[in-house]
């Protein structure tokens, strides 16, 4: 299974990731520039976090006109693995892959620390190695990550089980229902707020965002 | 050329924090009479006029681009004909 790390001109948080899937699990990844358009020969493909063009007009709104979101969109609708953290998760609500809008912190403090979650839901390909309510820390580190949708929007997402990852104790951004990740209908396509790519070694404070990556592995592809 | 100015505002049911750190504000400035802040943000957009509509072209760009129909939605006004 190989993954590709997309690079968006303002990422920062892209080695992170490479070094989560690289180092600590032994995956094959290789970095994709965004101005490159095919992702021919991938088998996941992984938005990081950062701050994409600046955050100009809104976060991750500029980034999906760049050359690869096509094959992106591609990888998403073939059923393959989407992940977007942060800066990511923005740009994947942009591109329209996941449902929802990530809006200025209720605070309107950038929030910089850990938090602890709830696996909501661990019947999907980016959390079965977790437990079903299992509480995790991870860090978190946004200006915009306020989740919204509309009611109806909102209760489809709960109906579906597309919310996977909850702010347990507390809710850092006044996003709706305390949704920090959630998916696409299908699946396959995970964003979230926090970022376990910087909690997968105890010397970085805590391992709990190993789980996610060796879930992704355990499984290469969604069936339709 | 039109020079249109498209305005972009939060939906009214979506929570606008500035907004209400700028109410707070002018609150303290002793001014209580105003009851509500609601912050957007305007582009002025210079268009050249052919076979499409300043109308179309405006509803393009904004539903493409300037606005995220999740959270916001739009008004415009024409600034300049010339």
Do not use: W
Not at chain 1, 13 to 20: P, V
Not at chain 1, 85 to 100: D, K, S, V
Not at chain 1, 146 to 161: H, R, V
Not at chain 2, 43 to 57: H, R
């Amino acid at each position: 299974m190989k993954f590709a790390v997309i690079q968006f001109p303002g990422s920062n948080c892209d080695i992170d990731l490479y070094e989560a899937l690289h180092t600590v699990c032994g995956a094959d990844v290789a970095y994709v520039p965004s101005k490159e358009s095919s992702l021919d020969g991938f088998d996941a493909v992984m938005l990081p976090g950062g701050f994409s063009y600046g955050d100009y007009l809104r976060a991750g709104a500029i980034a999906r006109f760049t050359n690869i979101m096509p094959a992106i969109v591609e990888m998403a609708k073939a059923g393959k693995p989407v992940f977007g953290t942060c800066n990511g998760f923005q740009i994947l609500t942009e591109a329209g892959l996941l449902p929802g809008a990530l809006k200025r912190n209720d605070s309107l403090k950038f929030v910089c620390k850990t938090v602890e979650l709830e696996v909501a839901n661990n019947d999907t390909i980016f959390t079965s190695e977790y437990q079903k309510g299992e509480k995790i820390n991870l860090p978190i580190a946004h200006a915009d990550g306020s989740f919204y949708a509309d009611p109806e929007t909102l209760q489809k997402i709960e109906d579906n089980g597309q919310v996977v990852f909850r702010y347990s104790k507390e809710n850092p951004n006044g996003s709706l229902n305390n949704i920090a990740g959630i998916t696409n209908e299908r699946g396959n396509v995970l964003g979230m707020m926090p970022h376990p790519e910087r909690a997968v070694e105890a010397l970085l404070g805590d391992t709990d965002g190993l789980h996610l990556f060796k879930s992704i592995l355990d499984h290469a592809e969604v069936k339709a | 050329m039109t020079t249109v100015r498209i305005y972009v505002t939060y939906k009214q049911s979506v929570f606008d924090p500035q907004g209400e750190a700028i109410t707070n504000s002018i609150h303290s400035l002793g001014h209580d009479e105003v009851k509500g802040v609601k912050v957007g943000k305007f582009f002025d957009v210079t268009i050249e006029e052919g076979d499409k509509l300043v109308a179309e072209t405006v509803k393009e760009i904004s539903e493409g681009l300037l606005v995220n129909f999740n959270m916001e939605t739009y008004s415009y006004k024409i600034l300049e004909e010339k």
